[in-house]
């Protein structure tokens, strides 16, 4: 079965074309990062005009590396949330129109879905059930996946999401947007040990993360000493990037015990992050539990998690439809109409 995931919920027009729900024939992203540099983070009306401009050629470059026609497709699937509304739209739309043009059956999926199915492009991916650490610039969960399409919320952010958290820091810092490179970069050559930076919510009965209080410590260490440079950034984003790691891999293993996981997915944007990935792998190593990583180019934004998203709501029988909403605050879990 080969299905076409078209992603626009922020700021990635991505396309792509998966065989199978396990086979990428191809993965096409335009990303509009130099746009919303000089502002510091995404404006939402740019993204969705630029969406406009790109997607049409990012979804005929997927098919022409797929080397495939729309009429050898089985079937669409594109992001209807969560994400930003006008962004959304672009994309859902211009699938509609695709569906209706060509008789394809279309598919909404949601964005965090698609971010824990990526796992299904490795060559070893594991089956369900496992746990999914989502972790992006906009989502910080955990999800139970019991079945593909039963994903169970065991906790979430109670304020900034953490790649929100590397993106401020690196502001303060006059580091360039997206934070979570350049915080990494400077962080290889950092003492992780430095500066003692706050974990909120340590409790074991608690799975939620708070990420504010750290982003404020950060603060009030640059207004007492001043921005740093040289090996005192270098310490300082060690110690940041290290507080975060710490807080998320720590709940992960907390969660995988709670509900007897044996098998944890790593998924979002900032699973691309170095040391998150590996304090995942040693945690995950010394609890017994198989710790799963995504290549680092499907922790990013693409259309082929969509794709892959789609082609397990085709197999679970979700009748498809041209009705389809976008929702912005679409939960993982909820309901979004398939008319």
């Known amino acids: 079965m080969l299905v076409l995931g078209i992603e626009t919920s922020c700021d990635e027009t991505a396309a792509a074309v998966v065989k199978d729900g396990r086979v990428a024939l191809s993965d096409v992203v335009s990303t ?12 939402p009306e ?14 005929d470059e997927a098919l022409s590396r797929a080397n495939v026609t729309l009429s050898q497709l089985d079937g669409l699937a594109v992001t209807s949330g969560p994400g930003l509304q006008g962004a959304l739209l672009v994309g859902l739309q211009v699938a509609k129109a695709l569906s209706m043009a060509t008789g394809l059956p279309l598919v909404g999926v949601n964005h965090l879905e698609g971010h824990l199915l990526a796992i299904r492009l490795a060559p070893d991916a594991p089956e369900p059930p496992f746990l999914g650490l989502c972790v992006s610039g ?25 790649g929100e ?8 810092l006059g580091l360039p947007y997206p934070g979570g490179l350049p915080i990494d970069t400077h962080a290889q050559t950092g003492d992780r040990a430095a500066i003692k930076f706050p974990r909120a919510l340590r409790g074991d009965d608690v799975l939620d993360w708070s990420f504010s209080g750290l982003k404020t410590s ?13 090996q005192a950034l270098n310490d300082l984003c060690a110690s940041f990037q290290e507080a975060v790691a710490d807080a998320l891999t720590k709940k992960m293993i907390l969660g995988a015990k709670k509900v007897g996981a044996k098998t944890l997915v790593l998924c979002g944007g900032v699973a691309a992050n170095s040391r998150l990935r590996s304090l995942a792998e040693e945690r995950g190593a010394d609890a017994g539990l198989n710790v799963y990583l995504p290549p680092k180019r499907l922790c990013t934004d693409n259309g082929a998690m969509i794709a892959v998203a789609g082609y397990e709501t085709f197999r679970r029988g979700v009748a498809p439809g041209s009705f389809l909403t ?12 398939n008319g």
């Open 218 to 230: 950060v603060l009030t260490h640059v207004q007492t000493h001043g921005v740093p440079t040289g």
């Open 165 to 172: 958290a590397f993106d401020k820091v690196a502001r303060l």
């Open 46 to 59: 740019l993204a969705s005009r630029n969406h406009v401009l790109q997607v049409m050629p990012v979804i």
């Open 32 to 43: 509009q990062m130099d746009i919303h540099r000089r502002w510091g983070g995404v404006v």
């Open 326 to 337: 976008a929702d912005a605050t679409w939960r993982l879990g909820g309901a979004v109409a």
């Open 138 to 162: 906009g989502h910080t969960t955990l999800y139970d996946v019991k079945a593909f399409g039963s994903y169970a919320r065991l906790g979430t952010t109670r304020d900034d999401a953490a």
